[in-house]
């Protein structure tokens, strides 16, 4: 095990073996592995926006047994789905990545303006299915948050005892935050830490914007001469409102966009100190050739050393 790999572990003191056995597991597969870096695959848009809305664009999306082999080939870390596309190949793949189950999950079918997740997958099948880690999505901002956070604080209690990895997609959205906030550069942060402190080893969050949000919160950024001017800039408070490094935070993929644009952001991540990315449509919505060269140049940028300028 890698110098890097003993560090990070070094940080969950208070879990048992098995958790950190999992936790090395993604930490030391595929083509980062040992370098403390990540990249996941994450195929959940076909539950989040519909299939034809993720997959009409590269059919072959359409099959679950696209997206394993997709995170194979390309060497991802992990891969992280709800439960019928990891039972849909689960067998076939068995031992060839670790796998995320993805335990809640909200459809697009009502247009909810403080949204909430389903409990759509259970510890139970993470076992069964030979998974490492569990997700979980939580929204700050939407006026059920507090109900989501209980929800949260129960599975990852349970995943814990079981010997799982706690990964937490935190996405500030809801009627109390403007379109801007969602991404606002304390609100991000903020979101960041909430995980953190609910008990996830593992957080996603979207790359914040340099837009503040509330108030109080914007006066001691003023005053503090808190630098968030550039996306590495951002991306290094993120990291430090995780715990101060001490927690594992990546990145959204986001949706669909250039790859100039998406390798400056990857960039910007590893340069501010951000652990990796999770990666979806930007991957799977392309053919798989140009899928498997854009994730293995995402890799290439995160393998190198960091820009401290």
Not at 4 to 13: A, C, D, P, T
Not at 171 to 181: D, E, H, I, N, V
Request: with cysteine.
């Amino acid at each position: 095990m890698t110098a890097q790999v003993k560090n990070i572990l070094s940080w969950y003191g208070a879990d048992n073996p098995g958790t950190l056995t999992n936790l090395a597991r993604l930490l030391n597969h595929g083509t980062l592995g040992g370098t403390g870096k990540m990249v996941i695959l994450p195929v959940d848009q076909g539950f989040e926006h519909g299939p034809a809305r993720s997959f009409a664009i590269n059919p072959a999306g359409y099959s679950p047994l696209y997206h394993f082999e997709l995170a194979i080939e390309a060497g991802c870390n992990a891969y992280a789905a709800p439960l019928g596309f990891l039972e849909a190949g689960a067998r076939e793949f068995a031992g060839d990545l670790p796998l995320i189950l993805k335990l809640n999950s909200k459809d697009m079918t009502a247009d909810e303006k403080d949204p909430i997740s389903a409990r759509t997958g259970t510890i139970d099948d993470a076992l069964r299915l030979g998974c490492s880690a569990v997700g979980f999505t939580i929204y700050p901002g939407s006026s059920l948050r507090l109900e989501m956070y209980e929800q949260l604080a129960e599975f990852a209690h349970e995943a814990k005892q079981a010997g799982l990895v706690v990964i937490v997609w935190s996405y500030p959205r809801g009627t109390s935050l403007s379109p801007a906030g969602e991404t606002a550069m304390d609100v991000d942060g903020y979101a960041a830490h909430l995980a953190c402190q609910l008990g996830a080893h593992i957080v996603k969050i979207k790359l914040p914007a340099d837009h503040l949000e509330q108030p109080a919160a914007k006066k001691v950024y003023e005053a503090e001469k808190i630098p968030i001017r550039t996306l590495t800039e951002r991306v290094r408070h993120c990291v430090q409102c995780a715990f101060d490094g001490r927690r594992i935070l990546i990145f959204s993929g986001g949706p669909s966009e250039s790859d100039a644009t998406l390798l400056e952001s990857i960039h910007a991540i590893r340069d501010g100190g951000g652990f990796g990315s999770i990666i979806g449509r930007n991957s799977f919505q392309r053919p798989q050739k140009d899928g498997l060269k854009l994730l293995r140049e995402v890799m290439e940028i995160y393998a190198a050393p960091q820009n401290q300028s």
